[in-house]
């Protein structure tokens, strides 16, 4: 209901932020004794007008006859070492809050990082990588930075406001209320403005988002505009959306331009009712000029504050959100534990096999129903199949990328349940359909994380698969960095992946098979390249292009995850099943 949402936000703030401190629980004797320093240097800078007021008016009564040097002297020393300290101390809490608050966020980065290796992948199914990294990056700033300036400004603003207040009641009770009052007044109009303005900049927001996609749009498909003329439709819209861009802009960027000078118009209307009452008050005698020149700097203390706590109180409502997120994550399940798993196998053949496979991402729509598989080391097993098959799924499944309901996969005869994922990982080399590269030398992106590999084995496996000569063309060879400027095809890139897999060499191996997205020419390359790959190893090719595992020990012809078909490719287009339908209608000859 309606009714219970503010408490359920004002729960889940309390909540939250009771999160973040037992989160910081190491560095909380360190906050407080920042926020302590906060609050005695914000005490120090309230008490000095009361000692320039005094100041002012031993100039005052010296103006008659002798202005007592001596008295101001001692007052001025009072007045600077006030200052000082204020100074000192709020130095020090800066120093000590920018040092822990950038000592948590680097402690919630490492715990984010260390985090994300223990989620399965299940995770990563259902949540956008955009929305990970924000929270590794945009969320853990948010809470740095505020941790950093709100929780000081909040104490020196209330420690300020309390001060200011405290003072001014106590200076002259009728001149505190002047000032309270002229500033209120000045606070009600700034808010009833702020009120009705935010309405503009969400449609700002808004507005400035539709114009952002329709120009992207646009662009992206330029030739698609040109070739169907659609210039004058999209220049018509373009122009609509700017229109209400443009009027929501000047409202808010209007609004925005005169809060600073309402700010100062509230300060200065304080100013003036203090001095009009405060002209009266003396011409009474109730007060002093001094008083007059201290509820002046009073007026200002007391009015920062309340702009300063408004800015921290969103700030936190921000670092609330930011940190519900990054715990949130924290607290997902992870991957089991696999400290206690002692079973290895020790010297690898490649025999594995699948014993009543069941599987499905979610538990009630099963992909693969029933699957059962025997592969000698060494076979090359091809499994084809329309797109949705559950191709992908088995070498997942095969990889312990995701656990099976129901049933067992074996390697050697040991299953892969009780063998750690490091260690099921070791035993595979893989080459997919996208070509991951980072930003590094060639010479890195084939090594990757194998260690003690000499640049001869580097060299030998460019060379079976026929990129030495193109690498060796590049300005620096295999010391070139691959970046935006250094443009590879798409086929010598997939060539690199493969010359990774030849260099990890592991028993056994699986070939999303690369060959989709490349000229026919690049393709029997990587064919090529692959076959050399694949000598005395299990492998197990995805295929998508039937021509290329014609020579297949075995191939599995899946739909909706159940196997219709095994067999070589004689032995299925002797069939005529659903494999020679697949494998004829892409070589049909339309005349």
């Avoid at 320093?37 to 914000?42: E, I, R, S």
Wanted: hydrophobic share 45%.
């Amino acid at each position: 209901p309606p009714m219970g949402i503010p408490g359920q936000k004002a729960n889940n703030f309390k909540k939250t932020i009771k999160q973040l401190v037992t989160y910081c629980n190491a560095y909380v004797p360190y906050i407080l004794f920042a926020l302590v320093l906060a609050f005695v240097g914000a005490a120090f800078n309230v008490y000095g007008p009361d000692k320039l007021s005094e100041m002012t008016d031993i100039i005052q009564q010296g103006l008659m006859t002798t202005i007592d040097l001596d008295a101001i002297k001692t007052v001025g020393l009072i007045l600077a070492a006030l200052y000082g300290f204020g100074l000192v101390f709020n130095y020090v809490q800066g120093f000590i809050m920018a040092t822990v608050t950038q000592r948590i966020t680097k402690k919630m980065r490492t715990d984010l990082s260390e985090k994300i290796n223990r989620i399965p992948l299940r995770y990563f199914d259902k949540t956008t990588y955009g929305n990970v990294l924000s929270r590794v990056t945009n969320d853990i700033d948010t809470i740095g930075q505020t941790l950093n300036n709100s929780l000081g400004q909040l104490v020196s603003a209330v420690a300020t406001f309390i001060g200011a207040l405290f003072m001014m009641f106590y200076t002259n009770w009728i001149m505190a209320v002047t000032g309270i009052f002229a500033t209120m007044i000045g606070f009600v109009l700034m808010m009833v403005i702020m009120k009705n303005s935010q309405k503009y900049f969400v449609q700002q927001q808004a507005e400035l988002g539709e114009i952002n996609g329709h120009i992207e749009e646009m662009y992206a498909g330029h030739l698609v505009v040109k070739a169907y003329n659609g210039e004058q439709e999209a220049k018509e819209k373009f122009h609509t959306i700017n229109e209400r861009l443009f009027e929501n802009a000047w409202k808010s960027q209007f609004i925005s331009g005169i809060m600073m000078p309402m700010m100062q118009f509230i300060g200065n209307f304080g100013y003036v009712a203090v001095c009009l009452v405060g002209a009266y008050l003396v011409t009474t005698g109730a007060i002093t000029i001094g008083t007059i020149v201290a509820f002046m700097i009073y007026i200002r203390l007391f009015t920062q504050p309340l702009t300063q706590l408004a800015q921290a109180g969103t700030n936190l409502q921000s670092t609330a959100a930011a940190s519900e997120r990054v715990f949130e994550f924290l607290a997902e399940q992870e991957l089991e534990d696999e400290s206690n798993k002692t079973a290895k196998v020790e010297h690898i053949k490649g025999d594995v096999e699948f014993k009543h496979v069941a599987f499905g991402y979610d538990k009630d729509h099963l992909i693969i129903k029933d699957f059962s598989l025997s592969v000698k080391a060494g076979q090359k097993i091809a499994i084809v199949g329309p797109t949705g098959a559950g191709k992908t799924t088995l070498v997942n499944l095969l990889m312990r990328f995701y656990e099976v309901n129901s049933g067992e996969i074996t390697i050697d005869g040991v299953p892969i349940r009780q063998l750690t994922r490091e260690q099921v990982h070791s035993m595979f080399s893989m080459v997919l359909q996208d070509t991951w590269l980072f930003e590094g030398t060639i010479r890195e992106n084939i090594v990757y994380s194998k260690q003690n590999v000499t640049d001869e084995e580097v060299i030998a496996a460019c060379k079976a698969v026929g990129l030495h000569h193109t690498i060796n063309s590049l300005p620096k060879g295999y010391n070139t960095v691959l970046n935006d400027k250094v443009n590879l095809s798409t086929g010598q890139k997939q060539l690199v992946t493969i010359a990774r897999a030849m260099i990890e060499n592991a028993p056994l191996l699986i070939l999303d098979e690369a060959t989709s997205s490349v000229d026919t020419r690049t393709e029997l390359l990587i064919q090529q390249a692959m076959d050399k790959l694949t000598v005395g190893k299990t492998t197990f090719v995805i295929a998508h292009r039937l021509s290329t595992i014609k020579n297949a020990d075995l191939i599995l012809v899946m739909k909706d995850g159940d196997v219709l078909e095994t067999g070589n490719h004689q032995e299925l287009l002797a069939k005529n099943g659903f494999y020679a339908e697949l494998y004829n209608s892409q070589f049909e000859i339309v005349s």
